[in-house]
């Protein structure tokens, strides 16, 4: 008998409390045990209830992620959510914290359920790439009608307690202790002799227009499959008899578990709860975190105090005049009154932060008891060394020093102090108080307690934090510049800006890259060429159109005009003619004959350009594993989570046709195209990325 799930007789309810730390998922213990603790209870002549309950934070957070992948193991999940239904005893479900996937579909087996004032459903199957396999897309419907029943699983978005009641899904909300509230409430019930009442003896929803949903789901997932399933399976669910739909459900399940996609989410889940577990921080505390400065109130620097803000944590933002900082003032106003909007804070937060939390100034001075400083002024050298240096004088001992440089070299900034071992970069991605990525930058004099700060900060403001090392463009920037140059290449050798666009969009990212440039600023990407021409090795090729689209101060969206024309109040913009113009033009002085690229060749040149240069980075000692460059794409640069991050859909991919496809393209220009040793050692040895991921966790 497993311990996983107790049993205890309180008078005529039998107590199944499931105890699988930390978070009750269904595994096969758990499965088994509660077969056992069913049977159990029925066979108590005592007994004509069952409460469900779980121990600790949640009551159950769904099927046991980590047998996924495994052969799976009866009993299966269905079968136990059915033998829970087809009970003859009236069976009770309360939930407290989390009821997700597996955890809502063991509660929807229950007659009825109650449910803390906190706890929140949901079904985020779709996020593992899959859909509920246990009944939920058969059972939920029945309770809330198809069309929210397929906006809550398409979404995979949780539920607060009170909205779950409105819909039904839960039939009563009492605070308390969740076992003293569920045993309460199923007296209740035996009391006033309420039937059993299983969720698939009731009426089949009714139709909706499944075919159009269909189509407008699959738009929306861009690619993913999971979500427009879904919506085939509650169509079934309206269509076929209970015990049918359940089966097609099932099969429909079992297809998605087989997907690369459902590989590339699964991947996605665990690394970015692994980017943070790092070996030498173990034992590490960090510094306590109270007040945070920040010096530049740009978009950058706005945007940092208002994660900062919105965290709980103060800020003292330094700006160079009066007039500056009540510039900076305003953009944070406008981040908050944003998040106000979404109703992520009220009114009353919102002054309270802004008129309380934040205080601007125009003097270092401001910034002497601040426990960490984030500077975030312009991307120069000498301006940051200065910087550095006045922090240095004002800063009190054990302040952490953070730079938001996106390429600089952080030992030289930390070599402008007297401490450099406080000195860390923290890189933001713009919007700052919006963007989820966050890299840690270790400079080689950095202490471990000041990355452990870094990364204690990170998680406070709900980032997700990846270690990098110093090199031109750390992780993400780095890489960036290598696809980018890939995309640049094709343009100059025949492809367009919005077929290179239109391809990495249909590959699953969200814009592609001339619509980052026109989005980010043309102006950036025409500074990082000014600034790397004087060093460039005379073998890069550089394309040069986009620089006389700057020129005459065309610079994307904030102009109206980059790569495409922005009309306003229209979404998007639409090819600039201008563009073709002079990339035609170059394509002459160049001596270049254009050829045709197909949407295959562009997507496989410009993956094959990023999976080169990330495992140059994995290779340098610059991202610790395959899985960090994973993340850094995946939340900084708009990578589609379903691939699971470059380094992965490489696995999938298999790295034997990547190379060799690298070194295709090395017969036309064998400077850019330099296949990346690690990936010729992996090939060799018959080895995967994922194996590196694996044995840095060993
Ligand atoms: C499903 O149910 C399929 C069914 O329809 C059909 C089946 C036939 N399994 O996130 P945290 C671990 S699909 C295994 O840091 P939080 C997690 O890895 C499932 N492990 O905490 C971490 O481990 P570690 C549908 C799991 O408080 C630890 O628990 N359910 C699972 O920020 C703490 O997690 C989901 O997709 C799991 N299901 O958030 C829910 N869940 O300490 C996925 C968590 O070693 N989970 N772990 O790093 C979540 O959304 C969040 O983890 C949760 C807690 C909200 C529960």
């Known amino acids: 008998m497993t311990d996983k799930i107790t049993y205890e007789r309180q008078g005529e309810i039998a107590v199944l409390r499931i105890t699988n730390p930390p ?29 469900i309950v779980g121990e600790g934070r949640a009551f159950i957070a769904g099927a046991d992620i980590r047998e996924f992948g495994k052969t799976p193991l009866e009993p299966h ?10 009970s003859p005893l009236l069976v009770v479900a309360s939930m407290h914290g989390v009821s997700l996937g597996g955890g809502l579909e063991v509660a929807l087996s229950a007659h009825y359920r109650i449910a803390q004032p906190s706890a929140r459903v949901g079904l985020p199957e779709v996020n593992l790439g899959l859909i509920p396999g246990a009944g939920a897309t058969q059972r939920l419907p029945r309770v809330i009608g198809a069309e929210m029943a397929i906006e809550i699983i398409t979404s995979g978005r949780q539920i607060g307690a009170g909205e779950a009641e409105d819909l039904g899904i839960v039939d009563a909300i009492e605070e308390g202790d969740p076992e003293t509230v569920g045993l309460a409430y199923a007296e209740r019930l035996l009391a006033e002799g309420a039937a059993r009442r299983p969720v698939s003896e ?11 949903t269909y189509a407008s789901v699959l738009k929306r997932g861009r690619g993913q499959i999971a979500p427009a399933q879904a919506v085939r399976a509650v169509q079934a669910a309206s269509e076929l008899p209970f015990a049918e739909g359940l089966k097609a459900e099932r099969q429909m399940f079992w297809d998605l578990m087989k997907t690369d996609q459902r590989q590339g989410m699964i991947h996605a889940f665990f690394s970015e709860r692994a980017v943070g577990a790092l070996p030498e921080l173990k034992d590490v505390a960090p510094r306590d975190v109270k007040s945070v400065g920040v010096i530049g109130g740009g978009t950058m620097g706005a945007g940092i105090a208002t994660a900062a803000l919105l965290s709980g944590l103060s800020v003292t933002l330094v700006e160079m005049t009066q007039e500056a900082a009540d510039a900076a003032h305003s953009r944070i106003d406008g981040n908050l009154s944003a998040a106000v909007k979404r109703g992520k804070i009220s009114r009353e937060k919102h002054d309270a932060l802004l008129n309380g939390a934040l205080t601007l100034a125009t003097d270092y001075d401001a910034l002497s008891e601040v426990d960490l400083v984030v500077e975030a002024v312009f991307e120069d050298m000498e301006v940051k060394r ?29 070599a402008a102090t007297r401490r450099p071992e406080d000195v860390i970069g923290l890189h933001f991605f713009s919007p700052a108080h919006v963007m989820k990525l966050l890299e840690i930058v270790v400079a080689d004099a950095t202490a471990p307690e000041v990355v452990a700060t870094g990364f204690a900060l990170g998680k406070r403001l709900g980032k997700v934090s990846v270690r990098a090392g110093v090199c031109d463009g750390f ?16 343009v100059l ?72 024309i922005y009309e306003k109040d229209q979404r998007g913009g639409t090819p600039n003619p201008q ?69 992965k859909w490489a696995d999938m991919v298999g790295l034997p046709a990547l190379l060799a496809d690298i070194e295709g393209y090395a017969q036309e220009d064998d400077f850019f195209w330099q296949p990346a040793p690690l990936l010729k050692t992996l090939v060799d040895k018959e080895r995967t990325f994922d194996d590196l991921n694996k044995e840095a966790a060993a």
């Open 493 to 564: 050798d025949g492809a367009t800006p919005f077929e290179i666009d239109s391809a990495i969009r249909n590959f699953g990212f969200a814009m592609g890259p001339f619509e980052v440039s026109d989005l980010a600023g043309l102006d950036i990407g025409w500074a990082t060429r000014k600034r790397k021409a004087p060093t460039l090795d005379p073998r890069a090729r550089v394309g040069r159109y986009a620089d006389r689209l700057c020129e005459e101060g065309n610079f994307g969206q904030k102009t109206g005009k980059g790569f495409y």
């Open 579 to 647: 563009v073709m113009e002079y990339v035609e033009a170059e394509r002459a002085e160049r001596g270049i004959t254009p050829r045709d690229f197909s949407e295959d060749e562009i997507q496989r040149r410009y993956m094959a350009a990023m999976v080169n240069e990330a495992a140059k980075v994995v290779g340098d000692g610059i991202a610790r594993r395959p899985l960090d460059v994973d993340m850094v794409l995946l939340f900084g640069y708009g990578f589609p989570r379903y691939r699971g991050g470059p380094l």
């Open 23 to 51: 978070v009750n998922a269904l595994s096969h213990a758990v499965r088994q045990g509660m077969m056992e603790r069913m049977d159990e209870a029925e066979a108590d002549e005592n007994v004509r209830a069952v409460l």
């Open 202 to 212: 009731m009426p089949a929803p009714a139709p909706i227009d499944w075919d159009a």
């Open 386 to 414: 200065e910087v550095f240096g006045r922090l240095d004088a004002v800063c009190k001992p054990g302040c952490v020093l953070a730079t938001n440089t996106s390429y600089l070299d952080v030992n030289e900034i930390a």
């Open 77 to 86: 999940l269905p079968d136990v959510c059915n033998r829970i239904e087809s």
């Open 475 to 490: 992780i993400g920037n780095r890489i960036l510049a290598t696809f980018r140059a890939a995309a640049d290449h094709m």
